[in-house]
């Protein structure tokens, strides 16, 4: 297995797009706004061509499915919907790179015992639905079970966890690795992304349960370091600050990569301040450690590049022209 991901290099997270939503409206009424109501255009063949054109292999397509399922007991996905995601998929697939699908932004898996049994259900519901849907694509399209299932709104969102929320976690990523691998064609095989509380880089990582199944990979988030990289009022300069960088690498390596199990950063990066040199300085170094630890990462892509939000845009999304060359000539660097 570790021979095929190692042809992966680095790549791009589509954000802010098919995983936007507008909960004042039935989103499967309305595609294309739900597409684009967090400011972001339409997803095109010409974004994914820049993409692949700047040395990028791997392009994880983030999507939000609520408001596009029905009720229970099938909760079957909008046709229209889940039409416009292939169709995005296809975008990158057919031009040979590797695709990540997930679901994005969900609030139906929440991590409480109480919701477990449920959540589990939607889960095998949703994931036995988009394994037909892809049945027939290889291995260069990736099933990501979910993205960062956390307790929201709560002390524990993002510290790490708790021992529910790691248990439930554990229970609805079983599931979905055991509705895709119920189903036919290419899914027997299927490479399967797996993440631990919330994608969490420090305490979630520890309590994952990989399933007895050997095409695993681990999915993790880490804006290392926080001040610098992901904290909208923290520093500019990043000082060659590179113990947290290091000591996450290390664990990576010591906990997954160095035992055969691979792992997929699907998000990184860090946020504009006006400070190109110094971010450029800083991907060029996590990058080169990530390599050294067999870690591939994604830059998280959200096409915001004003405002006082995160802004993590890199590549503009009507002219396709990236607008940070000298972060780009690091990734090249290091792709």
């Known amino acids: 297995m570790q021979d095929i991901v190692q042809n992966i290099r680095v790549g791009i997270s589509i954000g802010n797009t098919l995983d936007a939503f507008d909960e004042s409206v039935k989103m499967s009424d309305v595609p294309e706004r739900s597409e684009t109501c967090w400011g972001n255009s339409v997803i095109t063949q010409g974004l994914v061509d820049a993409y692949i054109a700047a040395g990028l292999n791997i392009i994880r397509i983030p999507v ?24 995005v998929v296809d975008y990158a697939y057919n031009r040979g790179v590797y695709v990540i699908l997930n679901l994005h932004h969900e609030d139906w898996n929440y991590p409480y015992y109480d919701n477990e049994e449920r959540a589990c259900i939607i889960m095998t519901a949703l994931w036995s ?13 990736i099933f990501e079970g979910q993205n ?4 929201v709104g709560t002390p524990l969102e993002w510290n790490g966890g708790d021992e529910e929320g790691w248990e439930v976690v554990n229970s609805t990523n079983a599931a979905f690795v055991s509705a895709v691998r119920q189903g036919t064609g290419y899914n027997k095989t299927r490479y399967l992304m797996i993440p631990g509380y919330a994608a969490n880089c420090t305490v979630g990582i520890k309590h994952i349960e990989l399933p007895d199944d050997d095409r695993i990979i681990v999915s993790v988030h880490a804006y290392e370091p926080y001040e610098f990289a992901l904290d909208t009022k923290g520093r500019a300069e ?22 055969g199990i691979p792992v997929i950063m699907g998000e990184f990066g860090a946020m504009d301040k006006d400070n190109e040199d110094d971010r450029a300085q800083w991907v060029g170094y996590y990058l080169r450690a990530a390599k050294k630890a067999g870690v591939h990462c994604l830059w998280w892509d959200n096409g915001l590049f004003e405002g006082d939000g995160e802004r993590f845009g890199l590549f503009d999304r009507y002219t396709y022209e990236c607008r940070y060359p000298k972060i780009l000539e690091e990734i090249k660097l290091e792709s």
């Open 148 to 151: 960062e299932p956390r307790k």
């Open 238 to 259: 990043w000082k060659h600050d590179t113990e947290k960088i290091d000591s996450l690498m290390a664990e990576l390596h010591e906990r997954f990569t160095g035992k």
């Open 129 to 141: 639905q988009l394994a037909a849907e892809f049945a027939g694509y290889d291995e260069h399209l």
């Open 64 to 87: 939000t499915w609520k408001g596009h399922f029905g009720d229970a007991p099938d909760y079957t996905i909008d046709a229209a919907w889940i039409r416009r995601v292939r169709e």
